[in-house]
C-alpha cells in the first residue's frame, strides 16, 4: 500500500525558508515521479516541483525557480522541498504526491499525501 507523509510545514515570516518533507513506503521508488503541488483557500491545487527519483531530474514552476528545491535522499525514501525566500503568496497547504509518469498535471497524479500548511507572514 503505498503511504505519503508530508511534514515540516508552519509559520514563518516573509523572506524566511522551511524545509518539507515527504516520507514515502510502498512503492517501487527508481520507477516513480514524486512531485510537490499546493493549494492556497479558494485556487486550484498547483504544481510546484517535481523530481525524478531515478536520475535526479527536475522541474520547477516559474513562480519558485530559485527560490525552491526539491530532493531525495534514497536510504530514506524521502523527498525534500526546501523553501527560501518565502512570500505570502507561497501560504498554501502543501501535498506531496507519486506518479509513474513525468508530468506536472495534477490530475495525473496517482497517489497523495495529506498535505502540510505553510504561512508565510508579511
Known amino acids: 500500500q503505498v503511504q505519503l507523509v508530508e511534514s515540516g510545514g508552519g509559520l514563518v515570516q516573509a523572506g524566511g525558508s522551511l524545509r518539507l518533507s515527504c516520507a514515502a513506503s510502498?512503492?517501487?521508488?527508481?520507477?516513480?515521479?514524486m512531485g510537490w503541488f499546493r493549494q492556497a483557500p479558494g485556487k486550484e491545487r498547483e504544481f510546484v516541483a517535481a523530481?525524478?527519483?531515478?536520475?535526479?531530474?527536475?522541474n520547477y514552476a516559474d513562480s519558485v525557480k530559485g527560490r525552491f528545491t526539491i530532493s531525495r535522499d534514497n536510504a530514506k525514501n524521502t523527498v525534500y522541498l526546501q523553501m527560501n525566500s518565502l512570500k505570502p503568496q507561497d501560504t498554501a497547504v502543501y501535498y506531496c504526491?507519486?506518479?509513474?509518469?513525468?508530468?506536472?498535471?495534477?490530475?495525473?497524479?496517482?497517489?497523495w499525501g495529506q498535505g502540510t500548511q505553510v504561512t508565510v507572514s508579511s
Open positions: 510502498g512503492v517501487t521508488f527508481s520507477r516513480y515521479v
Open positions: 504526491a507519486a506518479d509513474p509518469r513525468w508530468t506536472t498535471d495534477v490530475t495525473s497524479y496517482d497517489y
Open positions: 523530481l525524478m527519483w531515478s536520475g535526479g531530474r527536475t
